[in-house]
């Protein structure tokens, strides 16, 4: 089945740049997508990239993806304060006609003054 | 404006009595799913509906009932027979072939 993981927490320092990672195991994978989730809040997209493509860059959002290690990764550059959240990072996976989401535990990032 | 919205936001409810938690969507898209969230989990599947009038179980689909009869409705009724009901629960809904999902801003259900 769908396995997508993420470390739990993460902290930083206002101005330094977050990192926050993510593997997944099904390689038919053809969406990979960032949300971000504010307190006792919905989820936000923030971005997604196509299977085919090794990097997505958005202001201060890059995205990575290894499709040979199954490995995710959202760099937030001058992260701030705003930026503490929880985010999720899921998978699309097309079967039976339906595009479902497989999500992670989501990573909740600490951002410290 | 545009959006999905879900009331109420609090929901409190006593063990044994059915719940309904409402979705609505003004975005014309065509499926809608709800999802449950635990503390420390993903988001898990409950159920989806791809086309009005059609719905399909997702992972967790056991205690929950849904309906689809209006395209911009897709309300989901926790029933007596979900265990361990207390949760959040987002509903999300996407253009038909798309990828991406988009969330309301979901309901909290507590039951005692």
């Known amino acids: 089945g769908e396995d997508v993981e993420q470390s739990l927490f993460l902290s930083v320092r206002e101005g330094d740049s977050s990192v926050i990672n993510c593997t997944y195991t099904d390689s038919s994978s053809t969406y990979l997508y960032w949300y971000k989730q504010e307190p006792g809040a919905g989820l936000q997209l923030l971005t997604y990239i196509f299977s085919n493509m090794d990097m997505k860059q958005d202001q201060r959002l890059t995205v990575l993806l290894n499709k040979k290690d199954k490995h995710l990764s959202l760099r937030i550059a001058d992260t701030q304060t705003g930026d503490s959240a929880i985010y999720f990072c899921a998978e699309s996976i097309r079967a039976t006609g339906a595009n479902n989401l497989f999500f992670g535990t989501g990573t909740r990032l600490t951002v410290i003054p | ?112």
């Open chain 2, 1 to 112: 404006d545009g959006g999905i919205t879900q009331s109420p936001k609090y929901l409190f409810r006593k063990e044994g009595q059915n719940v309904t938690l409402s979705c609505e969507q003004n975005l014309n898209h065509d499926a809608m799913y709800w999802y449950r969230q635990d503390p420390g989990q993903g988001l898990r599947l409950i159920y989806y509906s791809q086309i009005v009038n059609d719905f399909q179980k997702g992972d967790i689909a056991e205690g929950y009932s849904v309906s689809r009869e209006k395209k911009e409705s897709f309300p989901l009724t926790v029933t007596s027979a979900q265990k361990n009901p207390t949760a959040f629960y987002l509903c999300a809904s996407s253009r038909q072939g798309a990828n991406e999902q988009y969330f309301g801003p979901g309901t909290r259900l507590t039951v005692t």
